[in-house]
């Protein structure tokens, strides 16, 4: 049965929600507050680049099932069901800022109908959905938890073809009515309290970031002990209580999630008298990472960074995103420049200069004259380039490959020193 709905705040996640679920049929009603996003929108353009989802934003503004209009107030008056999708930084003391949610939930609350529901997309701390719950001031109102399991780069298909849907409320009515939301997407459906639902979604963006930060340090045992990261992964996934996802060892994880979500999951833990030190390792694992590159594009450039020249491929936090937000290969780049370094970047979804960073448009004309090439995001293309262009351009035929990318073996036979993570 098709549900009006509106959902705040254009992001990643906002705009995926609003979009995928005009698609299921839903009448939907997108929010904003900046006006060129809005304009831009209503027009079909896209700020970011997400697979699949400029096609369904035409297919359902067509529809006439989807649009978007300035201001979370002039969205909400004829909507059953609001959905809160606004950021939630992390603040000064690790902690994620709510200021962005209870402004939202305010600016809401006189126009919303009554025996509305109002629910929390936002990952945000445990207890949160009560802290919505006091800035909306109306009884009348249910608050709803209903975290997200988006990954950037396949968000529409994550949203549509979900492992599961989990919903945090008290108010059993109004979980059902949520769940009716979702009937179509034949995913299983779980209904727990709101800390409980909270929860789940730091819990397991946590548990993914351990497990890259595992396999990370596996790999570094199997640089010490002459093993193959790759084999050893391959192995090891086998085993279905482990499976074979999120174990590829890279250069650190990274991107507007994990880092943001861990410190936070810290942060509540230790607020609630717990001390996570399995997490904290996790994190320090991760920045150890990082200098784990550094110090890997040190010694291919011949032991000095110092005035040295180096060719960076990949600057977004993953591949299939322009989203570089909290990227590793920013991370790199910036402790390769601190310790001298000159980087020269390219990046296909990346056309400007960025955070300190000179970015050329094209992968060869920044291997002029470098000592040495670290790949840092997994793009596709990287695999195809031209080896003797690469190979001519460079000073010297030395390349860091932080995600394990490239064919080693067509490297070597190229005469390049070809170093990887966690194999020789
Ligand atoms: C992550 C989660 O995967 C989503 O389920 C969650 O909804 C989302 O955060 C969120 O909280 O909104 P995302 O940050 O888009 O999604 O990206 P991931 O695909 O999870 O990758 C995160 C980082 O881990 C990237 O830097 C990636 O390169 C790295 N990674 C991932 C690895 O180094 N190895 C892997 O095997 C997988």
């Known amino acids: ?16 929600t609003g979009a995928c679920l005009a698609h299921i049929g839903h009448d939907v009603i997108c929010a904003d507050v900046d006006q060129h996003k809005v304009e831009r929108l209503n027009q079909g353009e896209l700020p970011i680049l997400e697979d699949g989802l400029e096609e369904i934003v035409r297919d359902a503004m067509s529809a006439g099932r989807l649009r978007f209009v300035l201001g979370a107030a002039n969205a909400v008056a004829d909507r059953e069901f609001v959905f809160l999708c606004v950021p939630t930084p992390q603040g000064e003391d690790g902690s994620a800022d709510l200021s962005y949610i209870q402004d939202a939930a305010t600016e809401i609350s006189p126009h919303l109908l009554s025996e509305a529901i109002v629910i929390n997309k936002s990952t945000v701390p445990v207890g949160s959905t009560r802290v919505v719950e006091r800035a909306l001031r109306r009884p009348d109102v249910s608050v709803v938890s209903n975290p997200e399991f988006l990954r950037e780069g396949s968000a529409v298909h994550d ?4 492992d599961r849907v989990v919903i945090g409320a008290d108010d059993q009515a109004a979980a059902i009515r949520v ?19 909270e929860t789940i979604k730091y819990a397991s963006n ?4 351990a497990k890259i930060s595992f396999v990370n340090a596996i790999a570094a045992v199997c640089e010490a002990v002459g093993a193959d990261v790759a084999d050893v992964v391959l192995g090891m996934g086998y085993d279905k209580r ?10 650190g994880w990274g991107g507007s999630c994990f880092p943001k979500d861990s410190h936070a999951l810290v942060h509540i833990a230790e607020n609630a008298g717990y001390q996570f030190s399995l997490l904290e390792g996790v994190i ?3 920045e150890q990472q990082f200098d784990r590159v550094v110090d890997k594009v040190r010694v291919a450039a011949g032991g000095s960074l110092d005035g040295v020249r180096i060719a960076a491929w990949g600057l977004t936090f993953k591949a299939r995103t322009d989203d570089t937000r909290d990227s590793p290969a920013i991370k790199i780049i910036g402790r390769l420049q601190a310790q001298g370094a000159e980087v020269i970047a390219y990046d296909p979804a990346i056309h400007h200069d960025i955070a300190g960073i000179t970015v050329a448009a094209d992968p060869y004309a920044v291997c002029e004259g470098a000592a040495a090439l670290v790949v840092l995001t997994e793009w596709d293309e990287f695999k ?3 080896l003797e262009k690469v190979g001519a351009a460079l000073a010297k035929r030395r390349i860091v490959d932080a995600r394990n990318l490239m064919d080693r073996n067509r490297l070597r036979q190229a005469g390049f020193d070809y170093q990887g993570i966690g194999r020789s």
């Open 384 to 386: 195809w380039v031209d």
């Open 1 to 16: 049965m098709a549900s009006n709905i509106a959902v705040i705040g254009t992001g990643y996640v906002g705009l995926t």
């Open 206 to 209: 946590a548990f993914l970031a």
């Open 179 to 197: 769940a009716s939301l979702y009937l179509s997407l034949a995913a299983p459906l779980m209904v727990t309290d709101p800390a409980s639902a």
């Open 284 to 286: 320090e694992v991760n």
């Open 159 to 162: 949203f549509l073809h979900p």
């Open 242 to 251: 482990i499976g074979q996802e999120f174990l590829r060892p890279g250069p």
